[in-house]
Structures are given as C-alpha cells and as structure tokens.
C-alpha cells in the first residue's frame, strides 16, 4: 500500500494492507529484509530522512511510527541494520494515534477551563482581601485620628492650667 525508495542505501521499505513495514535490502531476495508490525490497519505512507536514517510510516489507524536505522550509511552498499528486538527487525521509537491526540486536547481544554476557573477565584478572593484591608485601614485610621484628638484635647487642658 505504500512503497519508499531508500537510494544510498540500495534499499526499499514497503507497508503492507495488514499493517507491516519492511525494509528490502537486497531486490534480488525479497526474502532478506527487516519486518515489523506497525499499524493495526493499512500503511497508508512512508517517507524517509535525507540521510536515510529515519523511516517514518503513517497508518490507517492514524498511529505515526518513526523507525531508526543503527547504521550510518557511510557510503556502503549496503544499508546497515534497523534497531529492533530481534536481528534485522525495526523498532518502535514513537505512536501517537487520533484517539491519543482527541484525548490529550479534550484533556488540555479541560485544564485550561480549571485554571480560568481558579485565576477568576483567585481574582475574586484578591479583591475581597483588598477591600477588607482596605475597611481594616479606614478603621484603624479613625481610631488614630480619635487618640490623636483625644490627646490634643489633653494637651490644651494641661496648657490651660498653667
């Protein structure tokens, strides 16, 4: 379903209707490759990097896998080995799939109406704080200004008598 010509490399990988990428290193022995099993559904496209280390398939099932070549080509023929748990086989470095992404979005929405519900929160308690210094201020304000009549009234008290 999807084919990508490696050319430093004298290789091809091809991805399968059933979900599998392999990377042919020899046209003659089609049989001389690495196989994986990316997708749950058709690989729908592969594309490699300019230095052919990177493979990357998309699928059907909207799963993205980036394969990695442990080689670098260095001018061989040949195009070296694909990491993998078994000789010859790629591996596995990224999936993300739609349902992953629809999931984290409706996630992340939802984190930012919480944090839009607790800076509004936070805002509304600021104000009410400050309005209650504000009245704490104005009390202690009038309490002063009473001390400081009092005392003026003392003073000219204590004036009259001498």
């Not at 994986?36 to 493979?55: K, M, N, T, Y």
């Not at 839009?116 to 509304?124: I, N, V």
Request: proline share 1%.
């Amino acid at each position: 379903s999807a084919v990508c010509a490696l050319p430093a490399s004298c290789s091809a990988a091809v991805g399968t209707h059933s979900g599998s990428i392999r990377v042919m290193d020899d046209a003659q022995d089609l049989n001389a490759c690495a196989s994986l099993h990316a997708h749950s559904g058709v690989v729908s496209r592969l594309v490699h990097s300019h230095d052919e280390v990177f493979l990357f398939s998309g699928g059907s099932d909207g799963a993205v896998f980036i394969l990695q070549r442990s080689q670098p080509l260095h001018g061989s023929s040949r195009g070296g080995e694909w990491h993998g748990e078994s000789a010859g086989d790629a591996i596995e470095i990224h999936c993300t799939t739609q349902a992953a992404l629809t999931e984290s979005e409706t996630a992340l929405a939802e984190a930012r109406a919480r944090y839009g519900q607790l800076q509004t929160s936070a805002k509304l308690e600021l104000a009410a704080a400050e309005s209650r210094l504000k009245d704490l201020m104005a009390a202690e304000a009038a309490t002063h200004n009473e001390d400081m009549h009092a005392m003026q009234r003392q003073l000219s008290l204590l004036q009259n008598e001498r």
